[in-house]
């Protein structure tokens, strides 16, 4: 069966830094574009970033662009959400998704077919 797990999450002050990581087994991890979305309190789910099953193509939403950086080591079925100078409006849980595209990207939540449990951060004031 199909898992995806989220790691990393923490609590930092505004300025720092966080890796998140996004594992996933049961699937040929290689051949899925992987996203990343969050959900703050009081909010809706949004996207984050996503990375093709390739790593050639990758997209953020304007919030996050220029702070954070996704990459994926398909060798070790991994996904990473670098994420620097963090911000209070970045507190949520982030949620890994996993979708078989073929190629490219996704930031429509509604395609994704695997998700993770999410992975809280933190960021204080």
């Known amino acids: 069966q199909v898992q995806v797990s989220e790691s990393g999450g923490g609590a930092v002050h505004t300025g720092g830094s966080l890796r998140l990581s996004c594992a996933a087994s049961g699937l040929t991890f290689s051949s899925y574009s992987v996203g990343w979305f969050r959900q703050g309190p009081g909010k809706e789910r949004e996207f984050v970033a996503a990375?093709?099953?390739?790593?050639?193509?990758?997209e953020y939403t304007d919030s996050v662009k220029g702070r954070f950086t996704i990459s994926r080591e398909n060798w070790k079925n991994t996904v990473y959400l670098q994420m620097l100078s963090l911000k209070p409006e970045d507190t949520a849980v982030y949620y890994c998704?996993?979708?078989?595209?073929?190629?490219?990207?996704?930031?429509?939540?509604?395609?994704?077919?695997?998700w993770g449990q999410g992975t809280q951060v933190t960021v204080s004031s």
């Open positions: 998704g996993v979708v078989n595209l073929g190629a490219g990207t996704t930031s429509q939540e509604w395609k994704y077919d695997y």
């Open positions: 990375i093709s099953w390739s790593g050639r193509h990758v």
